[in-house]
């Protein structure tokens, strides 16, 4: 975070960090509502992966949104296995700064999840979010099942035409795939905005709406 410069290319496996064996240490507990921080999906719930810039910020906008069970803050999309923060910003880890999310369904969509996150950063930028510059602040989706990566799909297309059509000439390079290892990142990083609510929130948008798929609208 703030305004950091960081190599804007991912390392292969020859040339990223070799990290270690096992998870560094993190939370207990979510610091807002307390469920266990490694909590598995309850029944019939879902769980995705969405990197949109610092983490920081981030989580917050999904912790705050109805529907939401569980965030939490790590490190997904690289080559380094548990990583440590300072690994993760030196660019030699090919990781990108996520928020995994369990949500329930019934109360909230996936779609609705992924206008959220495509309308709450700048998904146009590459290897940075605004000032924020370096492999860890790309924009990433990682999906958990096929109807999740259709949609994602669909919304990504609607959503370029959508900036187009409003004079951002830079197509959506957000990085989609299904969920890779996720390693969880430091208790101090979880929740970070609750515990330091006056700490660095870099996230934001482009402006632009993005449109549900026809099924969600209305």
Partial sequence: MFFSRKPAALPTRDTALPGRTKPIPTAAAHFVNGRPIQAEAPAGYETAVFGLGCFWG???IFWKTKGVWLTRVGYAGGVTPNPTYDEVCSGQTGHTEIVEVIFNPAEVSFADLMKLFLESHDPTQGMRQGNDVGTQYRSALYFTTPEQERTAREMI???NAELSA???????TTEVGPRPGVFLAEDYHQQYLAKNPNGYCGIGGTGVSCPLPPVQAG
């Fill in 166 to 172: 409003n004079g951002h000439r830079a197509p959506v």
């Fill in 58 to 60: 981030a989580e917050r």
């Fill in 157 to 159: 297309t609607a959503y």
